[in-house]
């Protein structure tokens, strides 16, 4: 384990290196004058679901349908015909 001095700047700002910059970090007071610092990966609450696995499979599947099936024309017909035959398979 790798342990330096520094000395925290104004406002309590400390430098941890240029490697690190742009990365968001956890930072947890272990106690007083103590913290840990943890670099994270944030995800936004409405993208939350893509880290279940069962998830990911869904829109991969999805994904590999859209590129076998590209979009094409459609009538107003063939698409009344398609929710018709979906609503006959429940």
Same mark, same amino acid.
């Given at each position: 384990m790798k342990q330096e001095a520094k000395t925290l700047g104004e406002g309590g700002l400390l %430098? %941890?290196? !240029? !490697?690190? /910059? &742009?990365? @968001? =970090?956890? =930072? /947890?007071?272990? &106690?007083?004058g103590v913290w840990t610092v943890k670099t994270a990966e944030v995800v936004p609450h409405n993208e939350r679901w893509?880290? #279940? +696995?069962? !998830?990911? =499979?869904? %829109?991969?599947e999805a994904l590999t349908w859209s590129? %076998? #099936? +590209? $979009?094409? $024309?459609? /009538? @107003?017909?063939e698409i009344e015909a398609l929710f018709e035959k979906a609503l006959e398979g429940k």
């Open positions: %430098l %941890l290196g !240029e !490697e690190y /910059t &742009g990365q @968001h =970090v956890l =930072v /947890t007071q272990e &106690g007083d893509l880290r #279940n +696995p069962l !998830e990911k =499979v869904i %829109l991969d590129e %076998l #099936n +590209p $979009a094409r $024309a459609s /009538t @107003h017909q």
